[in-house]
């Protein structure tokens, strides 16, 4: 999930966010008003059949789908990406906190 203070500035920017929750109670307790919600567990049969329909309709609607197909995947495996290997082999670097919310911000004034 992202941030906290992200979801509130683009829910005061008036933009949409949706949230895919396990507890609806729990999150619109943590989340600010103005959040679409849809609940359900990744490892749910519900849960995999509504990300396969939702990514169906976006060639309809052109809107992004609650929750992708690929991104239940990732979260089904528990796979925690780390950059070490890119940071040995390629010298990659992490863009620091502060830097990655400023730019991220930036852009989404943008968009």
């Known amino acids: 999930m992202i941030g906290l203070n992200v979801i509130q500035a683009l829910v005061r920017r ?3 966010v ?3 929750v396990r507890s609806l109670d729990r999150s619109r307790a943590l989340l600010p008003g103005g959040c679409e919600f849809a ?3 990744i490892t ?3 849960t995999q059949a509504m990300a396969n ?4 309709l976006v060639r309809f609607t052109g809107k992004p789908p609650l929750i992708a197909v690929g991104q239940l995947h ?4 528990q796979v925690f990406p780390v950059s070490g290997k890119a940071q040995r082999e ?3 670097q992490p863009t620091p906190l502060r830097e990655g919310l400023r730019q991220t ?3 989404l004034r943008r968009a």
């Open 18 to 20: 949706r949230a895919f």
């Open 39 to 41: 609940q359900g567990d």
């Open 90 to 92: 390629l010298g990659w």
């Open 74 to 77: 990732f979260r089904q495996w």
């Open 105 to 107: 911000i930036a852009y």
């Open 53 to 56: 329909v939702s990514e169906w």
């Open 44 to 46: 749910d049969p519900a």
């Open 14 to 16: 008036g933009r949409r």
